[in-house]
């Protein structure tokens, strides 16, 4: 006897849910059941920290695309050095500059009081960011949930796959690339400079030495609160957005416009290139910036999770189980 009609039925439901657990999808509505409280939570928690120290607002949302763009949104960057491996807080990129993480574990001990054991901390920074734009008046968006904890963490990885500030137009295309987005998406997420600050030593070579492209008194004016020698004051802060850096807005595209983005890759948007016609609809578009910046939030959050039974929910976010 062929295959009857029921057969063939029942191998496309089996086919359909293998398919369904192979690349098991993020979802809004992930911990609806398990952990009802854990949006308010969140966000009551990201509130205070805010009303503390406004600039943690920026801290933490950089920490999500810190997370992100070494080995996908796994919370690896959240992993404190062990004996068998180096973590990514020493890494280029974060040491003496990614902040937040006492604020993440607060949260993370709020969460595992509400529900214990079931949510990421990976899902708790992706949670965060969003929460933090919102919160110091940018868009919000339903986050997407449901990723899981890495047991690792690269040193390496992190050194390689976030972007220095000395990148080229055509480096931070391909950076962005390689975590799955787009040159647009670069642009609407670079708009994050609107809040924080950046260290002299990250912005020093833009403000002696480039003559291109940069505002002369903006120059003179971040100079002196940035020494020129190596060495002296590398510490000091700027803010990325000399407008409004403390307000999520468009504002750091009309800085571009004006020739005073603090960083060098900054001002690359700018630079009579391939992104110059966004940076300009962004700076007069400020809702079209809102929403294309919303929706590349959401895609770089759908970076390479980990999900099923992949990786694990972290009890502490410092450490593996
Ligand atoms: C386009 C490539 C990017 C480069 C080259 C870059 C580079 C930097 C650098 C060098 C700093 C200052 C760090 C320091 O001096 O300690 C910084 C700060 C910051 N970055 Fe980026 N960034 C990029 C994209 C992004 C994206 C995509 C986001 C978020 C989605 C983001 C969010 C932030 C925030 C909020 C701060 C301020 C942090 C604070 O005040 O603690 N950046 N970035
Ligand atoms: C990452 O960069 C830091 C700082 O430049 C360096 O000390 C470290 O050796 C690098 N780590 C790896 C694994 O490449
Ligand atoms: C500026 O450029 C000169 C010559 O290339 C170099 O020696 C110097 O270290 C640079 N200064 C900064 C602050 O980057």
Same mark, same amino acid.
């Given at each position: 006897m062929g295959f009857s009609s029921f057969d063939i039925l029942m191998k496309s439901v089996l086919v359909m849910l293998l398919i369904g657990v192979v690349s098991a999808q993020l979802s809004p509505t992930f911990y609806s059941r398990a952990c009802p409280k854990l949006l308010p939570t969140v966000k009551s928690a990201v509130q205070s920290a805010i009303s503390k120290e406004t600039r943690m607002g920026a801290s933490l949302l950089r920490l999500h695309f810190h997370d992100c763009f070494v080995n996908g949104c796994d919370g690896s960057i959240l992993l404190d050095d062990t004996s068998s491996f180096t973590g990514e807080k020493r890494a280029a990129p974060n040491f $003496?500059?990614? $902040?937040g993480f006492e604020v993440v574990d607060n949260i993370k001990s709020a969460v595992e009081k509400a529900c214990p054991g079931v949510v990421s901390c990976a899902d708790i920074l992706a949670i965060t960011a969003r929460d933090s734009v919102a919160i110091l008046g940018g868009p919000s968006w339903n986050v997407k949930l449901g990723r899981r904890d890495s047991r690792t963490a690269s040193q390496a990885a992190a050194n390689n796959s976030i972007p220095p500030p000395t990148s080229s137009l055509s480096q931070l295309i391909s950076s962005f690339n390689a975590a799955g987005l787009s040159s647009k998406d670069m642009v609407a997420l670079s708009g =994050?400079?609107?809040?924080g600050q950046a260290r002299c030593t990250n912005f020093r070579a833009r403000i002696y030495n480039e003559t291109n492209n940069l505002d002369a008194s903006f120059a003179t004016s971040r100079r002196s609160n940035c020494p020129r020698a190596t060495g002296s004051g590398d510490n000091n802060l700027a803010p990325?957005?000399?407008? =409004?850096?403390?307000s999520f807005n468009n504002d750091y595209f009309k800085n571009l416009i004006n020739q005073k983005g603090l960083l060098h890759s900054d001002q690359q948007l700018f630079n009579g290139g391939s992104a110059d016609s966004t940076v300009r609809q962004y700076s007069s578009n400020p809702s079209l910036f809102s929403s294309d910046f919303a929706a590349a939030m959401i895609k770089m959050g759908d970076n390479k999770p980990l999900t099923g039974s992949s990786g694990e929910i972290r009890k502490n976010c410092r450490r593996t189980n």
């Open positions: $003496r500059s990614a $902040r =994050s400079h609107t809040i990325l957005d000399i407008q =409004s850096p403390t």
